[in-house]
C-alpha cells in the first residue's frame, strides 16, 4: 500500500521543471498574461517557493526562453545527405512544428514579450538566427560567404521568421504550402542575387547541380516555366 509521500526535487531538477511549466503556459498564452501564481500551480508549489528558485517572472521567462531558443535552434540541424531543396523542406517542417506548438510564445518572442528591451532576451533571439545562418551556409559548402550570399540567406532566414508570425494570424494558407513556399523563396533569392553576381552565380548552378526534377527546386522550375507564357511582353520605349 502506497503512502502518497511526494519526493522530493533537487535543486535543479525543480529548476528544470518550473522551466518546463512555464514555457508550457508562454506557449499557450503571450508571457503577458501568465501569473507568477499560475505558475506556482501548475508546479503544484508555491508562489514564494518559485522566488526561491527565480527572482521574478523576468528571469524565469528568460530561463524558459533559453530552453525554446535552443530547441528553436535545433530545429535547423540536418544531416548534409540528399538533395537541397528536401533539406530545406525537412528543415522548414520542423521549423513549422516548433511554430505550430508554441504559437502565442514564439508571436511572444518574436515580438517581445515581458523581455522586450532585455539584451539577454535579444542576444537569445539573435543566437537562434544566426544559429540558422550558419547552418544554411554549411550545407551550402561555404565558409568565407560573400556579401550577397550572406544577404540571401540572412534575408531568408527573416522571412521564415516573418512568414511564420503572419501564419500564426489565422492560419489562412495551408501549413504544407507555406512550408514549399519558403524553399522555394531561398531559391528564388540565390537566383536573383546570382543574376546580379559571377561569384552567386557559381554557388546557385553548384546548388543545383544535383537536384532532382520531382524536388523541390525541380518543381519550381516547373511552376514558372508553366507561368511564362501567361506573362504579357514587355513594352519597348
Do not use: C
Not at 556579401?147 to 532566414?157: G, I, K, N, T
Not at 525541380?218 to 504579357?232: C, H, I, K, N, S
Request: proline letters at 6%.
Amino acid at each position: 500500500m502506497t503512502t502518497g509521500v511526494r519526493r522530493r526535487m533537487g535543486v535543479d531538477e525543480r529548476r528544470q521543471q518550473l522551466i518546463g511549466v512555464a514555457l508550457d503556459l508562454f506557449s499557450h498564452r503571450s508571457p503577458d498574461d501568465v501569473s507568477v501564481d499560475e505558475i506556482a500551480a501548475a508546479a503544484g508549489i508555491s508562489r514564494p517557493l518559485v522566488y526561491h528558485y527565480f527572482p521574478g517572472k523576468q528571469s524565469l521567462y528568460e530561463a524558459a526562453l533559453r530552453r525554446a531558443a535552443d530547441e528553436l535552434a535545433a530545429r535547423f540541424m540536418e544531416p548534409h545527405e540528399g538533395p537541397l531543396g528536401a533539406r530545406l523542406l525537412r528543415v522548414m517542417g520542423r521549423f513549422f512544428d516548433f511554430v505550430d506548438d508554441h504559437g502565442p510564445g514564439f508571436s511572444a518572442l518574436m515580438r517581445g514579450g515581458p523581455a522586450v528591451g532585455s539584451s539577454t532576451a535579444n542576444a537569445m533571439i539573435d543566437e537562434v538566427r544566426n544559429a540558422a545562418y550558419l547552418q544554411i551556409l554549411s550545407h551550402l559548402d561555404v565558409q568565407q560567404p560573400p556579401a550577397r550570399l550572406e544577404l540571401v540567406v540572412r534575408s531568408w532566414v527573416s522571412l521564415a521568421e516573418s512568414t511564420a508570425l503572419i501564419w500564426l494570424d489565422g492560419r489562412r494558407i495551408a501549413r504544407g504550402e507555406l512550408e514549399l513556399q519558403l524553399v522555394h523563396d531561398f531559391a528564388a533569392l540565390a537566383a536573383v542575387s546570382a543574376a546580379y553576381d559571377a561569384e552567386m552565380a557559381g554557388i546557385m548552378l553548384r546548388m543545383l547541380a544535383n537536384e532532382p526534377a520531382d524536388g523541390p527546386f525541380g518543381e519550381l522550375v516547373d511552376r514558372l516555366t508553366a507561368l511564362v507564357p501567361q506573362l504579357p511582353a514587355p513594352r519597348v520605349g
